[in-house]
């Protein structure tokens, strides 16, 4: 993962060098933003941030609109730091588009493992690619189409659907999903997941019916004939 650049967005001086400090070590090239604004000019200067960690509390730009400017332009994978441990707030982070949350105080040795994580799935190529009842998913370009015609998913919304497609026919359990998708030990409400088939369904048009409700447990994802 040499070389990756990781932006990383706080108005805190000490906090972004002592993330800096732990992905520099790792190998990453390591851009610093201290407020809303300045994350916004330097991810559409760059063109090539592999990985924004964003605080949500900063000056001139907060942390969401940071997120809701660059979702209308990009999937790039998102972090978001946040002093704040309120469900609605982790739960308004996905709703935008947020494929990780941590609360501060937080470990940066686990933020480091979280981002080499993230970074590891999005670069996954095995297997590359996989046409599955009419759905045809390249793991390598991060697309996904429909009978041919492109759909445009977040990336949270990529991984789940990857990971329904990699495990056809098998009932899986919120927790499985939490632990398999988001790779960590998750701690909020399995609405999360929810929240997140819905738009996968929605965005999959008549398609979106293989991923089928398992009452009590979770979901299965089936073809059907």
């Not at 940066?108 to 999005?122: C, G, N, Q, T, Y």
């Not at 019916?209 to 994802?221: D, L």
Request: charged share 30%; aromatic share 10%.
């Amino acid at each position: 993962m040499d070389s990756l650049k990781v932006l990383v967005v706080d108005d805190e001086a000490r906090m972004r060098k002592l993330v800096r400090d732990f992905l520099t070590v790792k190998g990453f090239q390591v851009l610093e933003a201290e407020d809303g604004e300045k994350a916004v000019e330097l991810f559409f200067q760059q063109k090539d941030i592999a990985l924004i960690i964003l605080d949500v509390m900063m000056p001139r730009m907060d942390g969401w609109e940071v997120c809701r400017t660059i979702r209308e332009y990009s999937q790039v994978p998102i972090i978001m730091l946040t002093a704040r441990g309120e469900e609605r707030d982790e739960l308004q982070g996905f709703k935008l588009g947020v494929d990780e949350y941590i609360s501060k105080p937080f470990s940066p040795k686990i933020l480091v493992a979280r981002v080499e994580a993230i970074l590891r799935r999005a670069k996954a190529a095995v297997p590359e690619k996989s046409d599955v009842g009419g759905i045809q998913v390249d793991k390598v370009a991060h697309t996904v189409a429909i009978d041919g015609n492109p759909i445009e998913l977040s990336y949270k919304e990529f991984e789940l659907l990857s990971y329904f497609i990699d495990n056809q026919g098998i009932a899986l359990s919120r927790e499985k999903i939490l632990n398999n998708v988001w790779n960590y030990d998750y701690f909020g409400d399995a609405r999360t997941i929810d929240t997140h088939v819905k738009k996968l369904r929605s965005k999959m048009g008549a398609k979106g019916e293989y991923i089928h409700t398992i009452w009590g447990i979770g979901y299965k994802f089936e073809v059907s004939e």
